[in-house]
């Protein structure tokens, strides 16, 4: 894929353009360019990285690209096909569901995810699994240990990606070196699903359900015994 800007300043990419998870109403949606640097400044310049301004084609919002500058030709500024993203879009989980400490971790996993840090993501994690395991004792470790098991099967997950999983949620701080593998994007995506997944079996689950028996219980209409 070619990205170029023209020496009318117009930004030139193929195929189907730029399509994202915008940050502002988390659709994944394509990109209209609308803040492009000048073509002549940016030859002169000849800056190692080109941002470009987009507008979001789904709630209008601005978002903000960073594309590596390729080459800088008389009649193009060619760009890399692959761009920084300054904003993410959030993560988000129904956090009030959990235990009031593993709500504070978790959400600051889920912000470091945001922010494109994964190693600090999957040590935020560990702690959130650490204060799980305390909150819950020996057999809710176990009983999330399972679930990791059965999510390993549903989602068809490989030897490594679990190993790594494992090691991340529960291993031990007194494991040898390096006790917590890194993570790439790859893998803290997934170990993000995985967590969403865990906590949603153990708490929202459950939490979800008691209300709603407890609501159907409330609008049950009121029969008396004996009478038809
Ligand atoms: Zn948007």
Redesign the pocket.
Known sequence: MTTYITPQDELHVEYQGIALT?P??Q?L?HLTAVGVPRFEELRRRKPKHVGIVFR?D??G?PVFLKFLAKSYTPTRVELSSNYTEIEHARETFPLTYLPEEAEDLFKEALNCYTAGCFNAFGAMCRRTAQSLFRELGERGKLELFDSLQEIRTLAELDDDTFAALRAVLFGSDSDPWPHQPDLNSERAGILLEVMRDLLYQTFVRKARLLQAMTFRRYVAPQTETGSA
């Open positions: 915008c502002h109403c659709t949606t979001c789904a709630c919002e």
